[in-house]
Structure formats: C-alpha cells, structure tokens
C-alpha cells in the first residue's frame, strides 16, 4: 500500500467519495484544514474507483450510503496498489460493518464524528491501525465473545484463518477470496495474520504447518 511520510515530508493523499455535494464539501474542508490532500471529491462509486486508480492516494475515504458502495470496496481491494480504506456510515448497522470488514476495511466510522477526530483516526489508519466508531467497536468486541474463535493447538488461529489455511494449500489468493466470498485484500491479511501466530517464515512455512497438524490429527 502507499503511504505518505508522515513526519510531514508529504501530505496524506485522499479520494472522498459522498453522493452529497454538501457533505463532500465539509468533509473537504475539514480534511484540508488538517494538511491533507484530497485529490478527487467524488459523487459515485465508479468515479471513486477511477480516481483511486488513477491517483493512486494514500487513503479513501466512502460514504455507506453511496449507491454500489460495496462494488467499490471490492473494486478498491483488488487493485494492485490498494489504499486503505475507510467508510463512514449514517448509522451503527452492524450488518454494514460486518461487511465492509469482509471486504478488507482499515476503518469505519460515523458522520457525527467531529472533524478533529476524523482526522486523526484517518491518519492512525495511514500509519497502520485501524478507525472504529465507539458504537461499533463494542459491536466488534461482542461478535468476537459470541464467535469464540477455534484454538488450533498452540497457535490459537481463528475460524476463518483456519479456513484459509486449508485453502491455501491449493488455491491462488484470488481464488480463495471467490470461494470465501473475501476481498484479496482480507485474504492476505488472514494469511499473514496466521503466519504471525505460528511463527511460520512465510505462506508456504504456514501451508507446511497446517500439513503437519492435519495429518496429526488423522493419527
């Protein structure tokens, strides 16, 4: 992903996307206020798309609202040089969230966040964390409880990361993301986020471990 220095050499680049000319302009001005670049102030996901791919921006920034949003995420995601994206939902509907996690999100937040904060949880996710509104990442905290995530020996990975790891072994990451229904962009992250766990050097270091714990429990 791109990223701008952040020491202040180079300002944070941005796509706004808002179907709402009044909305795109305050968020413009805010955005701008705080040193950033926003180099398109789009109205549609397809001029979104477009100009993230042609700007190539450190950041983009999505209305919830915005028709064919989830097209755009996912269009977003799989370009080669992806930049983080962060949505920025009306409401705290889960059912949004969750799917906008799905599709490789570093954040989403809710327009009643002051323009202070957005900027600052825009440039945490530039540095490589992620933004949640407080509403949703209860939300977050609460679907993990209920989930309960498999312990697969030591490692301790996920349900979903142990579902890529079993299609790993096979499948290019683009064909994983079809089967799960996952951007390529969250299919990377599970990856690396399992090779982090088991200590693994690697996909393939990962793929060999899952193959030996596999067939440990066939014995």
Known sequence: MLRSDLDGARPLRIVVADRHTA?????????EGSGFVVVANCADAASAVAAVAR??????????DL????DALRAIAALSLAPDVVVLG???????????????????????VTPGRLADDLK????????????????LV???????PRPCGPAGLTDREWEVLTLAEGLATKEIALRLRLSPTTVR??????????????????????????TSERE
């Open 124 to 139: 945490s996710v530039a540095a490589g964390g992620i933004a949640l509104a407080p509403a949703l990442a209860a939300s």
């Open 189 to 214: 992250r599970h990856v690396s986020s399992a090779v982090t766990r088991i200590g693994a050097s690697g996909r393939k270091g990962a793929v060999e471990w899952f193959r030996r714990v596999q």
């Open 67 to 70: 028709p064919a949003a989830h």
């Open 23 to 31: 909305a795109r302009s305050g968020v413009r001005a805010a955005l």
């Open 90 to 112: 009306s409401c705290a509907d889960e059912r949004a969230f969750f799917c906008a996690l799905d599709l490789g999100v570093a954040g989403y937040l809710l327009k009643d």
């Open 55 to 64: 700007e190539r921006p450190d950041l983009c920034l999505i209305d919830a």
């Open 142 to 148: 609460d679907h993990y409880r209920r989930r309960r």
